[in-house]
């Protein structure tokens, strides 16, 4: 069994309908509104709810943070890379009609991130953000443990998420898809605002403190960077995953506002004006 723990992580899982509950502790020491409405959504839903020592709570969960409730489930299902290459029901239907082309897909790749609060917290950034799916390694990188879902706030429950063996290979079977690649590089020669991020794109993150591995940075179409004002050359790799996914965000909307507005001004040329008009010659 997986352990989640904290209100969020428990909420969003149980919301998103994709785990299988064992069932839910929650601290006797702990009674407010919150928490009440959460405990009875389980039992509505079937799920064994018991109340124990706040103690005990602890020490199932690893952690203190709790809040007052902790959910045994089954593990996350993992997709396969070609799921992530299956186009989003939900994103595909926002298309205002047959003739428009579904939205460009928007992926995230992390090269070896290992901290679980990194992980954590770029998978909730990438909900946030609109990402289609997220790539992971399955080796030298942070397993999607109860710290890193505590610090998704329950972000995690809601992606679409893949585990590979190469990452390398993996790029390069995204390419083959006709996504490009850009990685995110201090080193990069292109300022990641500069770039044009609305298209079909795959976004690589580093591990933290070395980057990029020298064959992933090879396997990248693009490298960008972020422009740095201070004395420090670089961001964690969490809080600069956070600035290029949203301004990948705010491009995409601002495309897809200007496209809308050209779609409904050659809809309003394209009706006919009603009654002949009347000239000198008639």
């Not at 928007?106 to 953000?129: F, I, K, S, T, Y």
């Not at 610090?151 to 429950?157: L, M």
């Not at 396997?219 to 670089?234: E, K, Y």
Request: hydrophobic letters at 45%.
């Amino acid at each position: 069994m997986d352990v989640l723990y904290g209100l969020h992580p428990v909420e969003e899982a149980l919301r998103a309908g994709r785990r299988r509950f064992d069932r839910v502790l929650a601290a006797r020491e702990r009674r407010d509104e919150r928490l009440e409405t959460l405990l009875a959504q389980c039992r509505a839903a079937g799920i064994r709810v018991s109340l124990e020592p706040r103690e005990q709570l602890t020490q199932i969960a690893g952690a203190a943070n709790h809040q007052g409730v902790v959910a045994l489930v089954r593990p996350q299902e993992l997709l396969a890379l070609e799921d992530l290459l299956a186009p989003v029901p939900a994103r595909a239907a926002k298309a205002l009609d047959g003739h428009e082309r579904p939205p460009a897909r928007l992926l995230l790749a992390l090269d070896g991130v290992e901290d679980p609060q990194n992980l954590g917290a770029l998978l909730r950034v990438a909900e946030g953000a609109g990402v289609d799916g997220v790539v992971l390694t399955e080796r030298r990188s942070a397993p999607l443990s109860a710290a890193a879902l505590k610090t998704s706030s329950g972000a995690a429950e809601h992606l679409r998420i893949a585990r590979v063996v190469n990452l390398v290979r993996a790029l390069e079977e995204l390419k083959r898809h006709n996504l490009w690649i850009a990685g995110l590089d201090e080193r990069g020669a292109t300022d990641y605002d500069g770039f044009d991020l609305t298209g079909d794109l795959v976004l690589v993150l580093g591990r933290e403190g070395a980057g990029l591995h020298d064959l992933v940075r090879r396997t990248c179409d693009h490298l960008l960077r972020i422009p740095m004002a201070g004395q420090v050359s670089s961001l964690n790799v969490s809080t600069a995953g956070a600035v290029v996914l949203f301004e990948a965000a705010r491009q995409r909307r601002a495309a897809q506002a200007a496209a809308s507005l050209v779609q409904k001004a050659a809809t309003r040329s394209a009706v006919p004006r009603s009654g002949a008009q009347k000239g000198l010659g008639s």
